[in-house]
């Protein structure tokens, strides 16, 4: 997994924006604010249901000019804007086909993605990590004040 000062790996991804589709960078979005990419495992899966709640339920405006928040996942675009849908997502949920959680180091042996959440900086370096080691996450939701403790100190 990666680990704090770790540069992050630069992807290109497809997500949902609104009712249509977009291309996300991190590169790009780095290099105009932060961003927290989340990875999960699954949409409609309770465990990832509660952690994106989670993350739409805070107030990233309130801590800092701007913040980027970027789910991550498996899965066909239309299942992502679904759920995206389903959950009011304030934020986009991108397709990761190219394997990207391997990239990040949170791709578990059986091929699935580890909950897990990364804080990319200007210089796309990696200011926070976090990945749920549990094999099989409860339906709670992960404490997000260590993320927001990382993003105040930007």
Do not use: K
Not at 23 to 39: D, H, K, M, N, Q
């Amino acid at each position: 997994m990666l680990e704090i000062g770790d540069p992050a790996p630069d992807f290109d991804l497809e997500g949902t924006a609104g009712e249509g589709r977009g291309a996300y960078r991190l590169s790009a979005a780095a290099g105009r604010a932060p961003v927290l990419v989340a990875f999960y495992a699954e949409d409609f899966a309770p465990a990832c249901r509660s952690y994106l709640e989670a993350l739409r339920d805070t107030d990233w405006g309130s801590l800092t000019d701007a913040i980027a928040v970027f789910g991550v996942a498996p899965g066909s675009l239309e299942d992502h804007r679904a759920f995206a849908s389903d959950l009011e997502l304030p934020f986009p949920l991108l397709v990761d086909h190219p394997g990207v959680d391997a990239q990040f180091g949170v791709q578990r042996p059986d091929g699935s993605t580890r909950r897990s959440a990364f804080l990319v900086d200007g210089r796309c370096r990696v200011r926070f990590a976090w990945a749920d080691e549990r094999d099989a996450p409860g339906e709670e939701p992960p404490d997000v004040t260590p993320i927001l403790d990382a993003v105040e100190s930007l």
